[in-house]
């Protein structure tokens, strides 16, 4: 028996003559139009193996990872026999219901929160992605990007393979069920051939199975409730259902999970460690782990750094929420200048508010954000931010405040110059349009009217992050964001993959 929702859940009136979104969905191909140019996330998985109830624990830990993706989500539960799916457009409090989590009956599930850029904004390409093939049913979540997707797509395609989506995880599918193997060295086979930043969860009927890439460069962790096995992209959603946080899963590590119990492998050797950078200084939860280091203290040593680094004279440090507010703390503490709550942001406006008019839009950034007039009024105001993409939204930010009352807005940003795109599984844009990859840190600081700005240096980063990766020259980070130093090899028959292969 399967579950999947067949129709849109939020369709754009089509009456208006401007309707406020412009896809079928609420959340449909958000990131480029919204009004805050910020990076986004592309997706977050959760998998459950032996617990009597593993869809509600999946629908728990989904809610937790929500920031991870808001365009769609799914769950697939096994009981031994069979599949029950349930995939749909929107949150996960929009898409799963009680009667739909009463049909997710089994002891082992993975779950799917998605936000999608290369990959087309359809039901199509929700995951987890369910397949047949000989030896049974086949479920596949990923959070990341296969670079050379394209390249072994192709290959598939001239062999005979027929694909039904436009998402890279399809790609993996195929290699498995194109395989003479069983499921686990079919597994290994095809993650050793494919080559970006990921994170799997494969479930057959009896088997789980948890990847990381050779890198690392996408997280993973894995926990422990009572004898039962819970992963996720981030720990906080491990807390959420009372979790035991054991450990992160290793770059090139398979985890075999099935009747005879948990089982370490590994399908290739690792490579450099390259955790993405940008879930330290923007996408994990604070409440989150990785690498052993918490993410609001690793934040607010990143504020400290950036304090040690750029120190200005001002009369109140103010965060831009909700990622830069530990950093904030982290400045104010280390200069002695009070921290306050300057900048206000509304939880409840949706992901995405696209009006017809410039008019319009402008107004929609202070639906999203505001300025406390009581607070910056007459005050020299230090504002603390995580990123500058491509400067458009820190215009605003800084208009906002200086619309406020404040006399002096000085810009501090806990990151060093966006300067290149990611191929690993951040929304980016074209170098082009990285405004710090295009002008100097003066030029910039006029662009977005601000009275001074300052990037966080490479070194002050690695240093905030600490955590078990401390001695490594990089921190074992990925870096390449900022110094263009990737990790894995880009260019395959000429082509460059950007975007989320969710």
């Not at 590590?253 to 399908?267: A, H, N, P, T, V």
Request: net charge negative; hydrophobic share 35%; proline share 4%.
């Amino acid at each position: 028996m399967s579950h999947e929702i067949t129709s849109a859940k939020f369709a754009s009136d089509k009456s208006l003559s401007h309707p406020l979104w412009s896809g079928d969905f609420y959340n449909e191909g958000t990131g480029k139009d919204d009004i805050f140019d910020t990076l986004k996330e592309e997706c977050g998985v959760f998998g459950v193996y032996g617990h009597s109830d593993a869809a509600s624990l999946s629908y728990y830990g989904l809610h937790s990872l929500q920031h991870r993706g808001e365009e769609s989500c799914g769950m697939c539960v096994a009981n031994g026999k069979e599949f029950n799916y349930h995939r749909g457009m929107g949150l996960v409090k929009e898409v799963f219901d009680k009667d739909t989590m009463a049909s997710l009956v089994g002891n082992m599930s993975i779950g799917h929160v998605r936000y999608s850029t290369s990959g087309d904004s359809r039901l199509a390409n929700a995951q987890p992605l369910i397949f047949k093939y000989r030896d049974g049913d086949l479920a596949i979540a990923t959070n990341g990007n296969i670079v050379n997707a394209p390249q072994i797509r192709h290959e598939l395609e001239q062999s005979g393979s027929i694909f039904q989506t436009t998402s890279d995880t399809e790609v993996v599918a195929h290699l498995i069920a194109r395989s003479s193997k069983g499921v686990v060295e079919a597994a290994k086979d095809a993650l050793a051939r494919i080559v970006g930043g990921y994170a799997f969860l494969i479930m057959t009927n009896d088997k789980l199975l948890v990847a990381s890439d050779p890198h690392g460069l996408r997280p993973i962790t894995m926990g422990k409730l009572g004898d039962s096995y819970i992963f996720s992209s981030e720990s906080c959603a491990l807390e959420t259902v009372g979790a035991e946080l054991l450990r992160d899963i290793q770059p090139g590590e398979l985890l075999i999970l099935d009747k005879d119990g948990l089982k370490e492998d590994r399908y290739t050797e690792p490579q450099r460690k390259a955790l993405c950078a940008m879930e330290y200084i923007y996408f994990a939860r604070p409440d989150s782990d990785l690498n052993g280091s918490n993410l609001h203290a690793s934040r607010k040593r990143m504020g400290s750094r950036m304090a040690l680094e750029s120190f200005v004279d001002a009369d109140i440090v103010t965060g831009v929420p909700d990622s830069s507010i530990s950093a904030a703390i982290g400045y104010a503490e280390q200069t002695g200048i009070p921290y306050e709550l300057g900048l206000i942001k509304n939880k409840y406006t949706g992901r995405t508010f696209i009006q017809p008019s410039q008019e319009l839009r402008e107004k929609g950034v202070k639906m999203k954000l505001s300025a406390v007039r009581g607070v910056v009024e007459g005050q020299r105001v230090v504002m603390i931010d995580d990123s500058i993409v491509r400067g458009t939204t820190c215009l605003r930010i800084v208009n906002l405040l200086r619309e406020a009352g404040a006399t002096e807005v000085h810009v501090r940003i806990t990151s060093p110059p966006f300067k290149n795109p990611c191929y690993y599984g951040i929304d980016t844009p074209d170098r082009k349009e990285l405004i710090a990859a295009n002008k100097t840190v003066e030029e910039i600081c006029r662009e977005i009217n601000a009275d001074s700005l300052a990037f966080l240096s490479p070194e002050g980063l690695i240093s905030a992050v600490g955590g078990d990766n401390a001695n490594d020259p990089s921190g074992g980070l990925c870096l390449a964001c900022f110094n263009n130093d990737y990790p894995t090899t880009l260019d395959f028959d000429g082509e460059e993959k950007a975007g989320c292969g969710c």
